[in-house]
């Protein structure tokens, strides 16, 4: 996979941190640290990349039956 610079919002309260990237709609996780919701948010963005391809791999197969 590409390596890929996305932006992402961190919102915290005093329940942890909550975490987005807006480029993927529908794509957040959350945390109890800042550093544990970053690394959360990166698995997501990559499962959420990873789905998406894998979804247009389908559509494509589908369209050439």
């Given amino acids: 996979m590409k390596h890929l610079t ?3 919002v961190i919102d915290s309260d ?3 941190y909550f ?3 807006p ?3 529908g ?3 959350q945390g109890n640290t800042y550093e544990e919701a970053v690394e959360n948010i ?5 499962l959420h990349i990873e ?3 894998a979804r247009c791999e389908e559509a494509e197969r ?3 039956m």
Avoid: E, I, N, T
């Avoid at 990166?42 to 990559?46: Q, W």
């Fill in 27 to 29: 794509c957040y996780s």
């Fill in 51 to 53: 789905d998406r391809h």
């Fill in 14 to 16: 005093s329940d942890g």
């Fill in 6 to 8: 996305l932006p992402v």
């Fill in 62 to 64: 589908l369209r050439l």
């Fill in 19 to 21: 975490v987005s990237c």
């Fill in 42 to 46: 990166k698995d997501a963005v990559r």
């Fill in 23 to 25: 480029a993927l709609q």
